[in-house]
T-cell receptor, first 117, second 113 residues
Framework: AQKITQTQPGMFVQEKEAVTLDCTYD???????LFWYKQPSSGEMIFLIYQGSYDQQNATEGRYSLNFQKARKSANLVISASQLGDSAMYFCAMRERPNFGNEKLTFGTGTRLTIIP | DADVTQTPRNRITKTGKRIMLECSQTKGHDRMYWYRQDPGLGLRLIYY???????NKGEISDGYSVSRQAQAKFSLSLESAIPNQTALYFC????????????FGPGTRLLVL
């Protein structure tokens, strides 16, 4: 079974609109972390936002927020007021801790976001 | 200057050649990782190291080896490169805090002919 599922291979959004990128995850570990990364066409991986499994509030970082629904195992990224520079590939990732010292980061397959002027 | 650097940034090699990819970091992190990215598959973990004396296999370690020469340096070797190792390779680092956020280098594009 997929640990991280991103069901939207590609999205087109009008500039200045808000956009939600979907991510669902699967784990039996009670302690885990969820991350979103942005990969522009230049190729680098840029950290955007983090949500811990025990965090009570949804994470926010500037225009990015994470809609964390623990019971549904969902961690959607919301970008408010999208900009042309937001056009990129976006990856959801999860860090589990199945055994102490055996942490790993598992990535989804990504969503390609294109912002239309 | 970048916190995580990778050399080379691009490399073309032939089947059977030995090749080394190098990673250096100035973030002072103990933990370092090597991933590969293939189209449509996201990133997959090759090896990781939590300190100089610690090396662990990831999910796709076959055909690769690593060396942690110092806290700041972590190298990935392909002993005998094959075409299906053509990919984008990333080095990452993280601290041992609660978040353990991983910060990535710029990547190395490797083409094996």
């Amino acid at each position: 079974a997929q640990k991280i599922t991103q069901t939207q291979p590609g999205m087109f959004v009008q500039e200045k609109e808000a956009v939600t990128l979907d991510c669902t995850y699967d784990t039996s570990d009670p302690s885990y972390g969820l991350f979103w990364y942005k990969q522009p066409s230049s190729g680098e991986m840029i950290f955007l936002i983090y949500q811990g499994s025990y965090d009570q509030q949804n994470a926010t970082e500037g225009r990015y927020s994470l809609n964390f629904q623990k019971a549904r195992k969902s961690a959607n990224l919301v970008i408010s007021a999208s900009q042309l520079g937001d056009s990129a590939m976006y990856f959801c990732a999860m860090r589990e801790r199945p055994n102490f010292g055996n942490e790993k980061l598992t990535f989804g397959t990504g969503t390609r976001l294109t912002i239309i002027p | 200057d970048a916190d995580v650097t990778q050399t080379p940034r691009n490399r073309i090699t032939k089947t059977g050649k030995r090749i080394m990819l190098e990673c250096s970091q100035t973030k002072g992190h103990d933990r370092m990782y090597w991933y590969r990215q293939d189209p449509g598959l996201g990133l997959r973990l090759i090896y990781y190291s939590f300190d100089v004396k610690d090396i662990n296999k990831g999910e796709i370690s076959d055909g690769y080896s690593v060396s942690r020469q110092a806290q700041a340096k972590f190298s990935l070797s392909l002993e005998s490169a094959i075409p299906n190792q053509t990919a984008l390779y990333f080095c990452a680092t993280s601290d041992s805090g609660i978040r353990e956020t991983q910060y990535f280098g710029p990547g190395t594009r490797l083409l094996v002919l």
